[in-house]
């Protein structure tokens, strides 16, 4: 996914990823997907009287480790790997079990478990990634992503990978979170993904041909596949 705030550049998110954005102006907000690929997302706004000003101060402390493509005037943007809780507090705000008077206070109770999760897990990320990135930085590390999706079916080491663009490795993963908002191997398995799901949707190959062709064994495809989608892959065919 793309995103851009206002006048900023464009930024991708790789998923499962998330996000947070504070906005104190009237910027607004672009969203660019892959054609062709099931999108699944929480979306939860909230007036900054609801987070009071202690909150607000601890988005504020991370400004000045954002990079400056991920800020303007009244606007941050954090990104970060979704976790596990991340992911399955979202799927339970998708499948609300309520539909009487009860349903908005099980959607927001878990909407304030969700909020509250990625607001500290995006501040920490931002705490650990100390300074922005220069532009040979970002160059490298969007030589290492050309890399993996050209390879993608027999990847580089992540120790391989650093070297060959030049970095180490430390400075390689953070550098991928910082941009795409995921580890390196968390973007190679979400390209995979996408990839396959695009091979079986459009018919050109089978649940086992798809796999093999972005580099996984077909059982282990099936598992990964149904926890990204929430579908089997041969639902797909």
Do not use: W
Not at 82 to 102: T, V, Y
Not at 141 to 158: F, G, H, K, T, Y
Not at 197 to 218: D, P
Not at 226 to 233: A, K, V, W, Y
């Amino acid at each position: 996914m793309q995103i851009k705030i206002g006048s900023d550049t464009t930024s991708e998110i790789c998923g499962p990823a998330s996000f947070v954005i504070r906005n104190t102006g009237e910027a607004s907000r672009d969203q660019v997907y892959s054609p062709g690929i099931p999108i699944r997302y929480a979306l939860i706004q909230m007036d900054e009287g609801i987070c009071g000003a202690e909150l607000a101060a601890m988005l504020d402390s991370t400004r000045d480790t954002v990079e400056d493509a991920h800020k303007t005037s009244g606007v941050i943007l954090l990104t970060s790997s979704a976790s596990n809780m991340q992911q399955s507090l979202a799927r339970q705000l998708m499948n609300c079990p309520f539909s009487g008077p009860e349903r908005n206070l099980y959607l927001g109770g878990k909407a304030l478990q969700l909020a509250s999760l990625t607001m500290a897990q995006c501040v920490s990320d931002a705490a650990h990634l100390k300074g922005p990135l220069s532009s040979r930085e970002s160059e490298k590390i969007r030589q290492a992503r050309d890399i993996l999706i050209a390879e993608m079916r027999n990847p580089p080491s992540l120790t391989a990978l650093a070297r060959r663009v030049g970095l180490n490795v430390r400075k390689l993963n953070l550098g991928f979170r910082r941009i795409f908002g995921t580890t390196v191997f968390g973007f190679l398995q979400e390209y995979r993904l996408e990839v396959a799901y695009k091979l079986l949707a459009s018919g050109e190959m089978s649940v086992s041909e798809a796999a093999f062709h972005v580099g996984y064994r077909a059982t282990h495809f099936t598992t990964i596949f149904r926890q990204r989608f929430g579908i089997s892959p041969s639902k797909i065919v």
